[in-house]
């Protein structure tokens, strides 16, 4: 079992965006877009959220915490749950996986910044 510092796995998490291809706000946006695009149902399209921010997600054992969004980004990723849930799962509360499961948000940092100060990943 091996776990990273925070400052690292900030880094690498904006390696593992850089090495997709994001690396602007409007990279990032398009590459979520297409995520809902391409998705069966809100899990899986909430694991693949999870897989564009954090490397290495096969070795993950588990992750302790949430990593932390901006609101700017945090609003753009709920819009797209919710729109999502209204097409495919109308008779549940849309956007409801992504309040339980997905990033914290923070004032705190800037509108599409993504911070791991509050996410510990544990790798196998």
């Known amino acids: 079992m091996e776990t990273i510092t925070t400052k690292l796995i900030e ?3 904006q390696r593992h965006l850089a090495n997709q291809g994001i690396t602007t706000n409007k990279k990032l ?6 995520i809902f695009e391409q998705a069966e149902h809100q899990s899986s ?3 693949d959220i999870y897989k564009l921010i954090v490397p290495d997600w096969e070795r993950i054992e588990r ?10 980004l945090w609003q753009y990723i709920a819009d797209l749950f919710i729109d999502f849930d209204q097409l495919h799962h109308p008779q549940i509360f849309n956007g409801g996986l992504w309040l339980n499961q997905g990033f914290s948000s923070s004032d705190e940092i800037s509108p599409w910044e ?4 509050k996410c510990r990943i544990v790798y196998t």
């Open 45 to 47: 399209a909430l694991v």
């Open 114 to 117: 993504i911070s791991m100060d």
């Open 63 to 72: 992750l302790e915490g949430y990593p932390v969004v901006g609101r700017g």
């Open 11 to 13: 880094k690498q998490c």
């Open 29 to 34: 946006q398009s590459r979520l877009q297409e």
